[in-house]
């Protein structure tokens, strides 16, 4: 079974392979050859980032005293953006218009922050500014800086991730025309002006918020900060962001943390140079990879067995008492409309698009720096992805290992990690594949579901009516009750328990179309059946797991417990006897029919 690690090592193997020779391979060893030459970077020295920050009006910067307030911070942080990825107070992609057919639109979303998704608890995140702001003092040799104008920087980055925590569990969407002198037009202006795409920003244009609660919050809070403070905190994420290609100044930790969401990243140079190309160049490092692994069949098999999954789900909802009527059929429909994404970009598999995209990034030289190449690589990338559309959209690293949904338009996708690649080309053991990509499609379709539960009444029919919610809450509570703690996650249990069951229910079904036996010896002679394997191979993904600084472990690892004791079909694989700890432990029977 391919990790993280594994798939990172056939990455680094596939660049260092000189016998390969795709075109798609060369901008990325020339960036990863920039990037691991850390004796040029320095020598290189300061210049190359004084020129981004001096080509963007804030040249002085980072911590500098108040010294102006002429500058605008949205037009700043949104040529950052473009620039580099640097998303610092929001990010902008493409969505498909609420009510109009077939037009794109931009969608303007909180930013990449440290707590915004869970990963790094507040306090640690304000150690990694804190630490951050004392290392770029030394590194730029700043000297006479007030200790207030230092803490004022590290107070806007922690209010700026409270708001972000406190608006992390919903997504709703707002439909507006900033103007071009609001803040989100400026911000746009910045991305935007002087491209290609200079278009996307024009006045009057539609533009879908996202989390608007969350976006409002950000622009009071800007509002109230001095400019140079926020400038100031612009610059130090914008040197986070760079840390691979500048000289070192002890930020390349935070950087990890961006890149892990974890607070204790501390990564080797070369796999930090590797996250660091691919985030410039990830279509390149998904063309790479596919070609060097053929896995154009395997792809659309891995497509139909998702799609099998979900239709699995639906079946699952129409047969089970959990459901209203109305929820059963509004269910359905969620499911018609949403479309199903599989290992990567659609576009990478189109000869004419990559090829368009290969000619429009600059050439690396031996001449430029290596912030220089990364900035013209990743700006060229973004306006790039940006031109394809919302339908054409991946947005995440090659190295995601969960799914995620979307949903203007309503999209789930399914990442390479989700499958197991060892089973790649053993078509005897395919099955076993839905005991991991199965039960991840079946949660990630209960968050979209959950999610747009969440949405408020009018942006679109709610699935969840008052029956159903009850009968979810019920099941929900008898399962807390067996696991004897507070939950933290919504539906935590019954979630896990009923992507289970549907995936080996889709298990199931799959092995009554295999003309193949599955089964495995192993070394005292027993054999494990088909039933086993699955629920062994479930488990397996618990133990790749690793849970957010601030989750407690124990709390997850009695979730997975709960969850698998009521799953009457694991007992009877492994003749569990009723009167068994894990016997003992179905007393939720009835509500989860």
């Not at 403070?229 to 914008?238: P, W």
Request: charged share 20%; aromatic share 8%.
């Amino acid at each position: 079974m391919i990790t993280v690690a594994g798939l990172e090592e056939e990455v680094f193997a596939m660049l260092e392979n000189k016998s390969e020779s795709a075109e798609s391979l060369q901008p990325l060893r020339d960036l990863m050859d920039k990037c691991m030459d850390d004796r040029q970077i320095e020598s290189d020295g300061w210049n190359s980032l004084l020129e981004l920050l001096h080509n963007n009006s804030a040249g002085g910067f980072p911590v500098t005293p108040p010294v102006r307030g002429s500058v605008s911070v949205w037009q700043v942080a949104g040529y950052y953006l473009r620039k580099t990825g640097t998303s610092c107070l929001l990010g902008v992609s493409t969505a498909a218009h609420p009510s109009t057919a077939s037009h794109d639109i931009l969608l303007v979303s909180p930013p990449e922050l440290l707590c915004g998704s869970g990963g790094v608890p507040i306090n640690d995140a304000m150690k990694l500014y804190s630490d951050a702001i004392s290392s770029i003092v030394r590194a730029l040799q700043k000297q006479y800086i007030p200790t207030e104008h230092l803490l004022s920087i590290a107070r806007f980055a922690g209010e700026l991730e409270k708001v972000a925590v406190e608006g992390a569990e919903k997504t709703n969407f707002l439909l507006l025309k900033p103007k071009v002198s609001s803040p989100i037009g400026r911000f746009l202006s910045g991305v935007f002006n002087g491209t290609p795409l200079a278009n996307f920003s024009l006045p009057g244009s539609d533009v879908l918020i996202s989390s608007p609660n969350v976006v409002t919050k950000i622009l009071e809070l800007v509002e109230r900060a001095d400019v140079p403070t926020v400038l100031n905190f612009l610059s130090i994420r914008l040197m986070v962001q760079l840390s691979p290609f500048i000289p070192h100044a002890d930020l390349t930790d935070f950087y990890g943390a961006f890149l892990r969401g974890r607070s204790k990243s501390q990564l080797p140079r070369r796999k930090l140079c590797l996250l660091a190309v691919e985030k410039a160049l990830f279509p390149l490092v998904y063309v790479s990879y596919f070609t060097a692994r053929n896995l154009r069949v395997p792809a659309t098999r891995f497509t139909r067995l998702v799609g099998e999954a979900a239709r699995e789900f639906s079946r699952e909802v129409d047969e089970s008492s959990l459901f209203s009527a109305y929820s059963k059929i509004a269910i359905r429909n969620v499911l018609s409309s949403t479309q199903f994404k599989v290992l990567g970009p659609n576009w990478i598999s189109e000869s004419g698009a990559v090829g368009r995209y290969l000619r429009a990034l600059p050439t690396v030289r031996s001449p430029h720096t290596a912030l220089d190449s990364y900035t013209a690589l990743y700006e060229a990338t973004f306006l790039d992805s940006m031109s394809h559309g919302c339908s054409q959209r991946w947005g995440r690293s090659i190295f995601a290992t969960h799914c995620w949904h979307r949903r203007h338009p309503r999209a789930v996708f399914v990442p390479l990690l989700l499958f197991n690649v060892s089973l790649w080309d053993d078509a005897s053991t395919q099955s076993l594949q839905i005991a991991r990509v199965g039960f991840r499609v079946q949660m990630c379709i209960f968050d979209m579901l959950l999610e747009e539960s969440d949405s408020p009444a009018g942006e679109q029919p709610h699935w969840l009516d008052d029956a159903t919610k009850e009968n979810l809450d019920r099941a929900e509570s008898c399962l807390q009750r067996s696991l004897g703690v507070p939950m933290q996650e919504r539906l935590g249990i019954l979630k896990r328990n009923l992507a289970a069951r549907i995936a080996y229910k889709h298990f199931q079904n799959n092995r009554a179309n295999s003309a193949t036996p599955l089964t495995l010896r192993l070394s005292n002679g027993r054999r494990l059946t088909a039933a086993q394997m699955f629920f062994i191979s479930l488990m397996m993904q618990y133990c790749e797991s690793r849970p957010s600084a601030d989750e407690a472990s124990w709390s997850t690892r009695l979730e997975w417990n709960v969850a698998l004791q009521h799953q009457h079909e694991m007992l009877e694989a492994f003749s569990c006897p009723n009167d068994s700890s894990a016997g003992l432990s179905r007393r939720c029977t009835a509500e989860l029919l």
